[in-house]
């Protein structure tokens, strides 16, 4: 197979070896899971690699130097960071390959070896901030994709988070600026607290973070309504050159954290938007990134589903009513002033 035909996976088996902890929900378990069934199952036209190492200057582009510093000096031990987030010995190396298979992604997809990527990382990223760990993250895998793109010349990045749970750590580290758009799709209010619709970035940034927060309870048709009346209309109007996706899968309906109803088929759907949004505006550039979800069955089966959309497979979201109304019309209301003709 042509590498630039293929699909590319990442997943190597050192990010297995982080261990947050007896009965913690981000548990090896979850890759594993992703492992064996691809090994068992695998899908046609995805290739797989194993990924790297991040850089010191890659995750000095996101994260400061003090706080890298701490981190590499917590490895070959167990530390508490947070309440909900810990490092075990392997945690440190676990942590850089993850955030570097992410760099590698985005590199491969760009130089055409790879005509998209779908990183199976762990620990996730998108809750960890410039100087801190939160929310079972360490460092923000997607957010280094992002700087990785951009030192790449990538200056239109559109970087959409459907995990249950908002990105503060995402958002914060880009919503100052203009050549990377955010958008959220998450329940609020819920941890982490951040993700209003009021939230837009500041300075250069405002208008580039568009947050729609969600009730409870929300199934594919709602998540398809936000991607119809909110996301899809403000992503043509930026034409980005470069798509990333911090894709968690804690919004599945068998999923023990969050309280939402998204199936296998809704994660599809999104993904098939994007895909075709990708081959639009920046020639299929895109990669996703793995952050939550704690369900094994509905993990497995997401991932699956997004992969086979990655290698060619469309999912269309169902038709009929849905329920996201009141959140979408906040949104949009938030977002006019800089996205007024697209909205």
């Known amino acids: 197979m042509n590498g630039s035909d293929e699909t590319r996976l990442y997943a190597h088996p050192i990010m297995l070896a982080h261990e947050p902890g007896p009965g913690h929900p981000e548990r090896r378990e979850r890759l594993e899971t992703l492992l064996a069934s691809f090994a068992k199952h695998a899908v046609p036209g995805v290739g797989s690699e194993a990924g790297r190492a991040a850089t010191r200057e890659e995750l000095e582009a996101i994260h400061a130097p003090a706080y890298l510093d701490r981190l590499a000096r917590a490895a070959g031990r167990f530390t508490r960071l947070d309440p909900d987030t810990a490092m075990s010995p392997q945690s440190w190396e676990a942590g850089l390959w993850a955030a570097g298979s992410c760099a590698a992604a985005v590199e491969a997809v760009a130089t055409r070896q790879a005509k998209n990527a779908f ?3 762990r620990p996730p990223g998108h809750h960890a901030e410039e100087a801190q760990a939160m929310g079972f993250c360490l ?3 997607v957010a280094v994709a992002a700087a990785g793109a951009r030192a ?4 239109r990045i559109l ?3 459907w995990d249950v749970h908002h990105g503060n750590g995402t958002q914060h580290t880009f919503e100052a600026r203009a050549d990377v758009l955010f958008m959220s799709a998450h329940q609020y209010p819920f941890y982490p607290g951040t993700g209003a619709a009021t939230e837009l970035g500041w300075g250069p940034g405002l208008g580039f973070t568009v947050n729609c927060g969600l009730p409870p309870g929300q199934t594919d048709a709602d998540y398809g309504a936000v991607f119809r009346d909110l996301f899809l209309p403000v992503a043509d109007a930026y034409r980005p050159d470069f798509i990333l996706v911090s894709a968690g899968f804690d919004s599945h309906a068998r999923d023990p954290l969050g309280e939402m109803a998204v199936s296998e088929r809704g994660f599809a759907a999104m993904c098939t938007e994007l895909r075709r949004l990708a081959e639009k505006h920046c020639e299929g550039r895109l990669v996703l990134v793995l952050e939550g ?7 497995e ?3 699956r589903a997004c992969l086979e959309v990655l290698a060619g497979h469309n ?3 169902p038709g009929g009513a849905h329920r996201a109304g009141p959140a979408i019309a906040a949104s949009r209301a938030a977002a006019t002033p800089r996205w007024k003709a697209a909205l």
């Open 159 to 161: 970087l959409l988070d």
């Open 119 to 121: 990183v199976w990382a």
């Open 293 to 299: 979800g704690y369900d094994l069955a509905g993990l």
């Open 315 to 317: 999912e269309e979201f």
């Open 301 to 303: 089966a997401s991932c």
């Open 139 to 141: 460092l923000n895998n």
């Open 152 to 155: 790449r010349g990538f200056s």
